[in-house]
């Protein structure tokens, strides 16, 4: 099935900005965050179709995952 992924801030560096990738239908968001060698611990937000999600909210033909990391600052 085919996701479209949206990554943010420095999650694009050396990867992309938005990207339709395809994946089983069995993934669910943490299994996109491991093919991306993304790590869990600097996720801040994750949304499915604009509504916020869980690391093992399963993917469904057509989603749009955002990723953002955690933001720091003060």
Same mark, same amino acid.
Do not use: W
């Given at each position: ?15 992309? &900005? ?8 069995? %993934? ?7 093919? !991306?060698? =993304? ?6 937000? &994750? ?8 690391? %093992? ?7 749009? !995952?955002? =990723? ?7």
């Amino acid at each position: 099935m085919k996701v479209t992924v949206k990554l943010f801030a420095f999650f694009r560096q050396d990867r992309f &900005t938005v990207e339709e990738l395809e994946y089983h239908e069995t %993934n669910i968001v943490s299994d996109v965050l491991k093919g !991306l060698d =993304i790590v869990v611990d600097e996720v801040g937000v &994750t949304m499915i179709n604009s509504k916020h999600c869980h690391l %093992n909210t399963p993917l469904q033909e057509g989603d749009v !995952l955002a =990723i953002f990391p955690v933001i720091g600052g003060g």
